[in-house]
């Protein structure tokens, strides 16, 4: 049974991640390796340069998003960049382009008209979410560095960043109703294989959000005032 938003730094890392695999798309974002042993979630931080506060914070939230509390005031921003960074490159060099790769391979027939809107609707979904994320590492992300070194932000504030902060996983959902409906029942393995894929990245996109939303956001809130940013 899983223990929803309870996990604590003197945990077993491994029960973790026996309770719920989810945790691995957390350490792998942290740059946390398996091979801990039965060592504690905070020695296992600890060892790997993470801020146990920021993995902990994530993770809760990561299986627990309906109920989960942040305590913000602990959680380290760089911790949090990294963590971002790490998931965008995940998405965009890893997870994106394999269910593309699993798509084509799926769909085939090139010179078939479905196949080829098909993908063409998944390249244009793509490259949305490239241009948001680009937009967090050319525009947010040095920003909030700026603050981290008591530099003022110049006619900017994080508070811009919640207000355009595109829900990039909806366009996602609604091209997984698009093969739920209308793709002709043929290769059903195959297909409904791709499909999982798509709702467990959709959750993943969610979750990314989530943690923007819900401790990025506020954490950089708290910096800001000290920065002389007005929002």
Known sequence: MHR??????????????????RILLVMSRFRIGLGFGDQSVDAVCRASGVDTATFLAVANLTLDQETGQVSVP????????????????????????????????????????????????????????????????????????????????????????????????????????????????????EINGVLFDIFNCEQDLATHNAVEDRIFIPAVRRIEPLSGVKR
């Open 4 to 21: 929803l938003g309870q996990y604590k730094g003197t945990d077993a890392m491994s029960a973790l991640v026996l309770e719920n695999y």
């Open 74 to 189: 602990e959680v380290s921003i760089e911790s949090l960049l990294a963590y971002l960074h790490n998931s965008h490159d995940y998405f965009l060099d890893f997870r994106l382009p394999g269910i593309r790769r699993d798509l084509v391979e799926v769909l085939g027939r090139p010179g078939d008209e479905l196949s080829r809107a098909t993908i063409r609707y998944f390249d244009e979904y793509v490259a949305e979410v490239r241009k948001h994320m680009l937009y967090e590492e050319e525009t947010v992300f040095p920003y909030v560095r700026a603050l981290l070194r008591g530099e003022a932000g110049k006619g900017y504030n994080i508070g811009i960043f919640g207000t355009h902060h595109d829900q990039v996983e909806a366009r996602l959902s609604e091209f997984k109703n698009i093969l739920i409906k209308y793709y002709p029942a043929r290769s059903t393995n």
